[in-house]
Each structure stands twice: as C-alpha cells, then as structure tokens.
C-alpha cells in the first residue's frame, strides 16, 4: 500500500557513458581484480574493494573486474551521448505538438497529428538505436563484440539497481527508527518501488478515520521530490567516487 516507483532513465546508454565502455578504453595491460574476492556486485556493493588505485591509474571500474580509462572519451559513449540529445530533443518536439493539439490552438489539425506521429516515430527510432548498444557488443558477429564490455554493461546496472535499494532501505529505516525492513518491495532491471505505507500511518494517524486519499498523494509526491530523489542523486554521487567512473549519468525519477 502507497507505493511509490522510481526509474532510472535510459540505463544501459548511460552505463556506457558513466563508466566509459568502449572498445578502445577497455585496458587489457593493467591488473584486472576480476578473481578478487571482494569484486562483484555484492564485494562493490559492501565496499570490501579499497579503490584509491583507481584515481591513482585513472580509470574506473565496473563490477565484472574490467577496469576503462579515463583519460579520453571513448567513441561509444560519445556517440550514446549524441544519439540521447537527439532523442530528448525529438521528444519535446513531439509532446509541444501534443500540447498545441490538446490545447485545440491549431489551424489545420491533421498536419498537428502527422508532426506527432513523425517526431514520436523519430525519438522512438533514436530510443531503439540507443537500447540496441549492449546487444551489438554481446553479438558474436559485431565488428566490436566483447563479452567483457557486454557484461560489464549489464553488471553496472545490476550494482545501480542495488545500490540504490540497499541505501534507501537504510535512509528510511531510520527516518522511521526501524531495523532491518525491506520498504523497497520489489525491483526490476531499472526500477525499484518503495512501500511508504508506515510512513503515512506515522503522519496520518489522528485522521485515518477519514478519506486522506488526496492529502497523502499530495503529501508522498512532495517527500518524494524534497526528500527521496535528492537523497538518490546523493548515494549516485557515492557511488561515482567510489568506482570512480568517467561521469555520473544514473538519474531516477517518478
């Protein structure tokens, strides 16, 4: 009851872009810590690696042990970064047409409804190029194909996902003084959903015999915005320093 989900935004492009993942960036002639211990999702999630070496070398590391320079931008998330502007800016094109059409301010309405369907055929071809980066890299017949690249893509955003479910447990466990309750319920590839049920109860206890439905949607979207995204940006932030990648790129939102 009263859950609230949160996205991350175009994951797989912005993994590539956050952690540099290109052919050319991949170092191969440095020690991989691919048979550490305390590498992994779960090692990187419990911050058992010491990465002080990483800002020594210059380069960030991704969960499966392949390590990407940082000293220049690789061709992959160059091009990622190029083809997601595009995409944005074909899709607010679209949703201003949207807006003009619902807004019945228009002189001849199906040239408003073909500017729609051109500019979302556009953003949706620009979102199946930018999705379809990972699956190049894992394909045996790409010029590029790399396992290594491919699973680091995918390890990446298993750790985001992770990362992000384990630091807002803990954040509302203690805004709420409890031990050890899972409030994100569940979570999927790029999105986690968060239980604020006791929360609510907390706040609205000496009203709960009435209809608060308004009031508490109010309430969680104004938590949701004030309290919960900037604390995600926060423990992104962590996590950049602690990998060390290239740039941070994870954004979650509603």
Not at 78 to 105: A, P
Not at 204 to 217: E, L, P, V, Y
Request: glycine share 4%.
């Amino acid at each position: 009851k009263w859950v609230v989900s949160f996205d991350l935004n175009s994951l797989y492009p912005h993994l590539i872009q956050q952690y540099n993942i290109s052919p050319e960036t991949l170092v191969t002639d440095e020690i991989v810590c691919a048979d550490s211990e305390h590498i992994g999702v779960d090692g990187l999630l419990e911050q058992k690696l010491n990465t002080d070496y990483l800002r020594i070398k210059d380069l960030t590391l991704t969960p499966n042990g392949q390590h990407f320079t940082r000293k220049f931008k690789g061709f992959l998330p160059k091009l990622m970064e190029t083809i997601y502007n595009e995409r944005v800016e074909f899709k607010k094109k679209m949703l201003k047409e949207e807006q003009i059409l619902e807004d019945g301010v228009y002189t001849n309405k199906q040239t408003i409804v073909n500017k729609i369907a051109k500019y979302n055929n556009i953003q949706m071809s620009k979102k199946i190029l930018l999705n379809s980066a990972y699956g190049a890299l894992a394909n045996q017949y790409f010029l590029y194909h790399s396992p290594e690249q491919a699973e680091a893509v995918t390890t990446s955003g298993q750790l985001s996902i992770r990362w992000i479910e384990n630091s807002i447990n803990k954040y509302i466990n203690n805004l709420l003084s409890t031990e050890k309750v899972d409030y994100v319920i569940a979570a999927d590839t790029d999105s986690i959903y968060v239980t604020f049920d006791r929360l609510v109860s907390k706040v609205f206890k000496d009203t709960a015999h009435i209809d608060n439905t308004s009031k508490i949607i109010t309430f969680l979207d104004k938590i949701s915005k004030d309290k919960i995204e900037p604390f995600i940006d926060s423990s992104y932030e962590a996590l950049h320093s602690y990998v060390n990648s290239y740039a941070q790129k994870m954004q979650m939102g509603r």
